[in-house]
């Protein structure tokens, strides 16, 4: 069994950072790729960013230049630095472990205020 533990959600002012962490913890077999994804109040979960085992990322266009996707293979860990926050950057931030199995984090809470 997997268990993602995600760390690093908060308040914070528009056009500040935060960086998120998540580590998979368990028996891992398998991983293709971790990432982030969020959700806003009354939207669908959405893509934020993920990672390859081989280092290929790829982001949402709205978090594109703002959002940078990184990783600890040693560690199992998946980082998120995001830097010029923004008011509609607000969600629950859930990470996410694909590899024979899909595994998601209980998501941190990240609200930007004006």
């Known amino acids: 069994q997997v268990q993602l533990a995600e760390s690093g959600g908060g308040l914070v002012q528009a056009g500040g950072s935060l960086r998120l962490s998540c580590e998979a913890r368990?028996?891992?077999?398998?991983?293709?790729?971790m990432g982030w994804y969020r959700q806003a109040p009354g939207k669908q979960r959405e893509l934020v960013a993920t990672i390859t085992t081989g280092g290929t990322t790829v982001y949402a266009d709205s978090v594109k230049g703002r959002f940078t996707i990184s990783e600890d293979k040693a560690k199992y860990t998946v980082y998120l630095r995001m830097n010029s926050l923004k008011v509609e950057d607000t969600a629950v931030y859930y990470c996410?472990?694909?590899?024979?199995?899909?595994?998601w984090g209980q998501g941190t809470q990240v609200t930007v205020s004006s």
């Open positions: 368990g028996i891992i077999h398998s991983i293709n790729a």
């Open positions: 996410n472990l694909q590899g024979w199995v899909t595994y």
